[in-house]
């Protein structure tokens, strides 16, 4: 099986940039497309991006487009999301997830692991 632990979350002003790793453990970790979600306060956990195994294909939601980039190194077991150009509205925890099946859903509910989260704030 596959463990995620996220890291590199914290506070940055508006504007400014973070970049998240998630370190996997366990077997095969280069067969698994990765993704990463997010949740703020109140709101529904919802899709930033993901990447398939393999590394070729990217996808990502709108509002980040341009903005984020995910990326995965299967020699080191890491996928990390380099966020730049912060909003107030990227608040939230962010969640690395693994799905062995697909190709990086949109929708959490395919994933079968997921990590403990890392909470990213944006101040205005």
């Known amino acids: 099986q596959v463990q995620l632990v996220e890291s590199g979350g914290g506070l940055v002003q508006a504007g400014g940039s973070l970049r998240l790793s998630c370190a996997a453990s366990g077997r095969t970790f280069s067969s698994y497309s990765m993704s990463w979600f997010r949740q703020a306060p109140g709101k529904e956990r919802e899709f930033v991006a993901a990447?398939?195994?393999?590394?070729?294909?990217?996808d990502y939601v709108d509002f980040v487009k341009g903005r984020f980039t995910i990326s995965r190194d299967d020699a080191k077991n890491t996928v990390s999301l380099q966020m730049n150009s912060l909003k107030p509205e990227d608040t939230g925890v962010y969640y690395c997830?693994?799905?062995?099946?697909?190709?990086?859903?949109?929708?959490?509910?395919?994933?079968?692991?997921w990590g403990q989260g890392t909470q990213v704030t944006v101040s205005s």
């Open positions: 997830a693994a799905e062995s099946s697909g190709w990086g859903s949109r929708s959490p509910i395919p994933y079968d692991y």
């Open positions: 990447i398939r195994r393999g590394g070729g294909n990217t």
